[in-house]
């Protein structure tokens, strides 16, 4: 690598790690602001509290680390070419495309960095992150009204249990009833269910099970019973982060359990897989744009090129955001939900290039 490619590249990390550096303290600021008072009504212990902001910090910086990279190298590209340095690089013979050289070097360097916090560090910081919010910032009946989680299991057997903490593994208002055809055989009911992970077994609190029979039902209770079910302990994880805080191996086979049950929540599932793939593509793209947009100097400054790069970073979240739901909450594909935005800027970097170059 030559000398420019080492300034550029340098810049490039350095800049977007300062960008990273200044807008997650104001994002865990402003975030403890409004929690604290949650957090301390509650007792949140001070350890679980600091373990909850580090997974808020990779949490945080994996939902928006694209915008912080494009607003980043709009940042130090516009300074180059106030100073006259782009004008310099090209008048000296070298061509756009060997200038964008080092720039996508950059983007492959935190495309890697990408696909290593989407596939393994997110989902464990969000598992956190959603587990604390779970058990101290929502104990309040519109938050288990929330965790309500009702699934079919297998063809015969329905599972609900009203609120899950994921972390202990623990539940409250367990119901398991198993019918054969469209009869009601039988129906358990407990106060508490608790997976002990050690002996793989289900440990029942205030445990009722109602045989139906023909003539009369036989009950049977107990203070606590352990017994064996058919169902995995991630059934009772509530669907609105299940697949949020699973590494991209266990979010295959979880999307393939859920699609042979037939579950209505298969899009949302497929949204969160795809898009650890999207999002280091996004990457690059944005970084086009960016330098693109950045490179040329203009009468208002590095303001106006800012401002342009505000406004196409809004578009692009708004375009995700957008499918995104959509993809949610009807039929439409989730695939295209996620790439479609990638797609269209895609063809805008390639536009805005073509230009650039001329």
Same mark, same amino acid.
């Given at each position: 690598?030559?000398?420019?490619d080492?300034?550029?590249?340098k810049?490039?990390?350095?800049?977007?790690?300062?960008?990273?550096?200044?807008?997650?303290?104001?994002?865990?600021?402003v975030? *403890?602001a409004?929690?604290? %008072?949650?957090? #301390? /009504?509650? !007792?949140?212990?001070f350890?679980?509290?600091?373990?909850?902001?580090? &997974?808020?910090?990779?949490?945080?910086a994996?939902?928006l680390?694209?915008?912080f990279?494009?607003?980043?190298?709009?940042w130090?590209?516009?300074?180059?070419?106030?100073?006259?340095?782009?004008v310099?690089?090209?008048?000296?013979?070298?061509?756009?495309t060997?200038f964008?050289?080092?720039?996508?070097?950059?983007?492959?360097?935190?495309?890697?960095?990408?696909?290593?916090?989407?596939?393994f560090?997110?989902?464990?910081?969000?598992?956190?992150?959603n587990?604390?919010?779970f058990?101290?910032?929502?104990?309040?009946?519109?938050?288990?009204?929330k965790?309500?989680?009702f699934?079919?299991?297998?063809d015969?057997?329905?599972?609900?249990?009203?609120n899950?903490?994921?972390?202990?593994?623990?539940g409250?208002?367990?119901? *398991?009833?198993?019918?054969? %055809?469209?009869? #009601? /055989?039988y !129906?358990?009911?407990?106060?508490?269910?608790?997976?002990?992970?050690k &002996?793989?077994?289900y440990?029942?609190?205030?445990?009722?099970?109602?045989?139906?029979?023909e003539?009369?039902?036989i009950?049977?209770?107990?203070?606590?019973k352990?017994?064996?079910?058919?169902?995995?302990?991630?059934?009772?994880?509530?669907?609105?982060?299940?697949?949020?805080?699973?590494?991209?191996?266990?979010?295959?086979?979880?999307i393939?359990?859920?699609e042979?049950?037939g579950?209505s929540?298969?899009?949302?599932f497929?949204?969160?897989?795809?898009?650890?793939?999207?999002l280091?593509v996004?990457?690059f793209?944005?970084?086009?744009i960016?330098?693109?947009?950045s490179?040329i100097?203009?009468?208002?400054?590095?303001?106006?090129?800012l401002?342009?790069?505000?406004?196409?970073?809004?578009?692009?979240?708004?375009?995700?955001?957008?499918?995104?739901?959509?993809?949610?909450?009807?039929?439409?594909?989730?695939?295209?939900?996620?790439?479609?935005?990638?797609?269209i800027?895609?063809i805008?970097?390639?536009?805005?290039?073509?230009?650039?170059?001329r």
């Amino acid at each position: 690598m030559k000398i420019l490619d080492w300034y550029i590249l340098k810049r490039y990390l350095f800049t977007f790690l300062m960008m990273l550096l200044l807008f997650i303290p104001i994002g865990i600021t402003v975030h *403890l602001a409004e929690k604290i %008072g949650k957090i #301390l /009504k509650n !007792k949140a212990p001070f350890g679980e509290v600091m373990l909850y902001f580090l &997974d808020f910090t990779i949490y945080f910086a994996h939902l928006l680390f694209p915008l912080f990279l494009f607003l980043s190298v709009i940042w130090f590209t516009s300074k180059l070419a106030n100073n006259t340095e782009v004008v310099a690089f090209l008048s000296s013979g070298v061509s756009f495309t060997r200038f964008l050289r080092p720039y996508m070097i950059g983007a492959t360097i935190v495309a890697i960095f990408s696909i290593i916090l989407g596939l393994f560090l997110a989902p464990k910081a969000s598992e956190g992150f959603n587990d604390f919010s779970f058990k101290y910032l929502k104990k309040h009946k519109s938050a288990v009204k929330k965790t309500n989680v009702f699934r079919q299991i297998n063809d015969n057997e329905i599972i609900y249990v009203s609120n899950f903490d994921a972390k202990n593994k623990e539940g409250r208002n367990f119901t *398991l009833e198993h019918f054969e %055809g469209n009869e #009601l /055989k039988y !129906k358990i009911n407990a106060s508490r269910i608790k997976f002990i992970e050690k &002996d793989t077994i289900y440990q029942l609190t205030n445990y009722v099970k109602r045989d139906i029979g023909e003539n009369e039902d036989i009950i049977e209770k107990a203070r606590r019973k352990d017994t064996l079910f058919s169902f995995h302990v991630d059934d009772l994880i509530p669907v609105i982060y299940a697949a949020e805080t699973k590494t991209y191996g266990d979010l295959k086979r979880f999307i393939a359990k859920e699609e042979a049950r037939g579950s209505s929540n298969v899009g949302r599932f497929k949204l969160v897989l795809y898009r650890k793939w999207s999002l280091p593509v996004s990457v690059f793209i944005l970084t086009i744009i960016a330098v693109a947009v950045s490179s040329i100097k203009r009468r208002g400054g590095m303001g106006v090129n800012l401002a342009v790069g505000i406004c196409i970073a809004m578009v692009f979240v708004f375009f995700d955001k957008i499918f995104g739901v959509m993809a949610q909450q009807s039929d439409f594909p989730p695939l295209v939900a996620v790439w479609f935005p990638n797609v269209i800027f895609g063809i805008l970097a390639a536009y805005l290039l073509y230009n650039a170059k001329r």
